[in-house]
């Protein structure tokens, strides 16, 4: 039972262009929503995160919007660049669980130039 | 980038031998994770560590055992090595606090034949 699911598992983006990313949860103890960037070879690094308190964060090109009721976040990433081509992850973590993250599937962005 | 070490970074194994990997931090982060990525799956949670000789199970902890005698030290532990257990491994570190910030390893490569 995947309790984050992610889609679309891959995207591709023309320079400029807004890539866009979507993760729905079923579970409503979640209360933290990061997104980790990973580029081949390496591990997972913090992009961007957001708590339901807010329905929007952003940092540069990257936003997370989140919607509650609807129990989705999506992560939209302006301007894209060839330089943003890597995997993406979104995730949640409760604090009745240690904090632990539970990640979506995954979504690899090729940005062509 | 965070003090995180994992070793070894590629191996190869056959079905049925132990294998052990280690992760060695010098951040001083109180909890300690093993997660597996495997394509379409993202990255799931197999142990976790919230103090010296403290674990816990996660997500597909079946086949695993972990160990933590020291702060720095997670080791990871395959008794018998199965084809399914192919995969690559993500060490992760946090402080457990509200931010729920990870760090993670570059990973260990591990392919049983």
């Known amino acids: 039972q995947q309790q984050v699911k992610q889609s679309p598992q891959s995207l591709i983006v023309q320079k400029g262009g807004i890539s866009i990313i979507n993760c729905a949860y079923e579970n409503t103890a979640f209360d933290y929503f990061p997104w980790y960037q990973q580029f081949p070879g390496k591990g997972p690094a913090l992009l961007i995160a957001?708590?339901?308190?807010?329905s929007e964060k952003k940092e540069g090109r990257f936003t997370i919007s989140f919607n509650k009721s609807a129990k989705q976040f999506s992560l939209h990433i302006m301007d894209s660049q060839p330089g943003d081509s890597a995997t993406y992850f979104c995730?949640?973590?409760?604090?009745?669980?240690?904090?632990?993250?539970?990640f979506g599937g995954g979504t690899r962005l090729m940005v062509k130039p | 980038d965070a003090g995180i070490t994992q070793s070894p970074r590629h191996k190869v194994t056959e079905t049925g031998t132990p294998v052990t990997l280690r992760c060695h931090q010098t951040e001083n982060h109180r909890y300690m994770y093993w997660y597996r990525q495997d394509p379409g799956h993202g990255l799931r949670l197999i142990h976790y560590s919230y103090g010296v000789k403290d674990t816990d199970k996660g997500e597909v902890s079946d086949g695993y055992s972990v160990s933590r005698s020291k702060t720095e030290d997670f080791l990871l532990t395959l008794e018998s090595a199965t084809s399914s257990q192919t995969s690559v491994y993500f060490c992760?570190?946090?402080?457990?606090?509200?931010?729920?910030?990870?760090?993670f390893g570059e990973g260990s490569r591990l392919t049983v034949l």
């Open positions: 992760a570190i946090g402080q457990g606090s509200l931010t729920g910030e990870l760090f």
């Open positions: 957001i708590r339901p308190d807010v």
């Open positions: 995730a949640a973590s409760s604090p009745n669980a240690g904090n632990m993250l539970t």
